[in-house]
């Protein structure tokens, strides 16, 4: 089964930027669909996000215009650019491959923990 690991993850301050990596040990064009999630203390998973194989996106209301999610076929990784970062995007943050019924396709990966913090 493809496994999932996040990385890019760290401290920055409320306006900064970070780019998050996702690396898949399978080919994410068979998979089709990826997505960016994540997960703040005391909070459920939230998705934050959508790419398609043909890398068309849809995206949550509380990132649409800050973040954007992008895809390397022929590497088989997945992004997610952050910008103009809030505290309330603290959270770990995980890639995942949605299914049409909500739930996910792919054992879940570590995550990487974003704090923004001053």
């Known amino acids: 089964q493809v496994q999932l690991v996040e990385s890019g993850g760290g401290l920055v301050q409320p306006g900064g930027s970070l780019r998050l990596s996702c690396a898949a040990s399978?080919?994410?064009?068979?998979?089709?669909?990826m997505a960016w999630y994540r997960q703040a203390p005391g909070k459920q998973r939230e998705k934050l996000g959508t790419i398609t194989r043909g890398a068309s996106t849809n995206y949550a209301d509380s990132v649409k215009g800050r973040f954007t999610i992008s895809r390397d076929n022929a590497r088989n990784m997945v992004y997610l650019q952050m910008n103009s970062l809030k505290p309330e995007d603290t959270a770990v943050y995980y890639c995942?491959?949605?299914?049409?019924?909500?739930?996910?396709?792919?054992?879940w990966g570590q995550g990487t923990q974003v704090t923004v913090s001053s």
């Open positions: 399978g080919s994410i064009y068979t998979i089709g669909d």
């Open positions: 995942n491959a949605p299914t049409a019924w909500g739930s996910t396709k792919l054992p």
